[in-house]
């Protein structure tokens, strides 16, 4: 009979993982991109959004990772079983393409942060950091990996410090966020849909479900909540507190990112940032090179954490719509798809940064993808969630299936604006 709870007495910093990973591999160098042309397009205009996403985000990440934890699959896996094959066979393709054009974004973003830095060839960082990033995911056992990636997360707060290097108008800032004053226009509704999209993005669900799964094969303890009902009350209370620390350090994050560029390019009149190397560039002369140092490091660190996620999370998608063996707790003989498939996802990702396409329009269209990808995924996942061939007794209800679905509404109607604004962009 398995333990009531496991893992009850364990120290924080262990109990602490999958949603806290997840929500830092948010804010990767592509966020990172799109909050500083939010902040510094818009000023303090838009800082409200952050407070509408956390709980939306709160509620989808913690229904996915109940999905795991209820299960003992990931989620492509579990949505196999539930749904036609076609269907999330679909959804997995334009999710593995937005994931790689994700990916070569933010190593192109590294390497140019990494150049800015102490100069060379950007190119060359950028292949660097694609290889050593792919050989400890597929070289490193997962309990030796996974402490790697939460002190990765922890390196987000240099974009906290990045603020206290700056002069900060937190009384504007404040009344700015209390009492945004709303504008119905293209731009300003096309930024919302941008935070949006950024913020709550389907690769996400599929990691913090999976990596569920992986605490699970690693303990000897821990069994599937369906055939595990003792197990519940404490794995259901980790997942509520580690997903929900994780989802506001993720937006605290944004925040502060926003905040930077707001202040510091808005106020002197640098509105059109392209990239997160950019507008780190645009920092040195206003902010000083203190603050400039902290927000490419941030780039550079951040990218570290989001590129394994990316990469992982289109593997787990993969390998589970096949039914093939998945996991980084797995051996790669023992893996043989899943570890294919994280290495194509690493080097098609890492060739795009070789290649003539604008890193900008790539993004544009990963976004696009995105989009499509995230409504049918979000309505899929709160199906699933409520079902009892899939969920036993822990099948979801209350005010997480509530904000689940005002989730996924909100997102549907960001992806119509974001499509009827594709002509005017």
């Known amino acids: 009979m398995a333990s009531a709870s496991p893992g009850s007495t364990s120290p924080w910093w262990k109990r602490v993982s999958a949603g806290f990973v997840t929500g830092a591999a948010d804010d990767d160098p592509s966020g990172v991109a799109t909050y500083s042309q939010v902040g510094a397009k818009f000023g303090y205009a838009l800082l409200w959004v952050i407070f509408l996403t956390i709980p939306l985000m709160i509620a989808i990440q913690m229904i996915s990772a109940r999905i795991g934890r209820v299960s003992g699959r990931g989620l492509a896996d579990t949505l196999m079983r539930q749904f036609p094959s076609p269907v999330v066979r679909g959804l997995v393709v334009l999710l593995v393409i937005a994931n790689v054009i994700n990916i070569g974004a933010d190593l192109a973003a590294m390497g ?11 190119l060359v960082y950028a292949l660097v950091l694609a290889i050593a990033s792919t050989l400890l995911q597929v070289f490193l056992p997962f309990n030796r990996y996974a402490p ?29 966020t209390v009492l945004p004053k709303l504008h119905w226009n293209t731009d300003y509704l096309t930024a919302i849909v941008a935070v949006l999209g950024t913020t709550i993005s389907p690769y996400l669900f ?34 509520a507190v580690d997903t929900t620390v994780g ?35 645009a920092l040195r002369p206003i902010a000083g090179r203190f603050a400039f140092v902290l927000f490419a490091t941030g780039i550079i660190s951040t990218g570290l954490l989001a590129v394994p996620v990316l990469a992982g999370a289109t593997a787990f998608a993969v390998a589970g719509s096949v039914h093939a063996p998945y996991g980084l707790a797995r051996k790669p003989r023992e893996a043989k798809v899943f570890y294919a498939v994280l290495i194509g996802a690493m080097t098609l990702g890492a060739g795009l940064t070789f290649s003539p396409i604008d890193p900008i329009k790539a993004l544009y269209w990963s ?51 974001m499509f009827a604004t594709l002509g005017t962009s």
């Open 206 to 239: 599929c990691w913090q479900a999976a990596q569920e799964v992986e605490e699970l094969r690693e303990s000897d303890e821990r069994e599937p909540l369906k055939v595990a009902n003792d197990q519940a009350p404490d794995a259901l209370n980790r997942i």
């Open 367 to 417: 976004a696009v993808v995105n989009g499509v990808c995230a409504v049918p995924l979000m309505a899929a996942i709160m199906i699933v969630a409520r079902r009892r061939a899939a969920m036993g007794e822990h099948t979801v209800k209350g005010t997480l299936w509530i904000f689940g679905w005002l989730a996924t509404g909100i997102m549907g109607m960001a992806a119509i604006v």
């Open 247 to 281: 989802m506001v350090f993720s937006n605290l994050i944004a925040f502060f990112i926003i905040l930077t560029a707001a202040a510091v390019l808005h106020a002197h009149g640098k509105t059109d940032i392209q990239s997160a190397s950019q507008a780190a560039e």
């Open 112 to 122: 140019a942060a990494a150049q800015l830095l102490i100069g060379g060839p950007r």
């Open 148 to 176: 790697i990636l939460k002190v990765l997360a922890l390196s987000l707060f240099t974009y906290v410090a990045t603020v206290f290097a700056v002069q900060i108008p937190w009384g504007e800032a404040v009344r700015a």
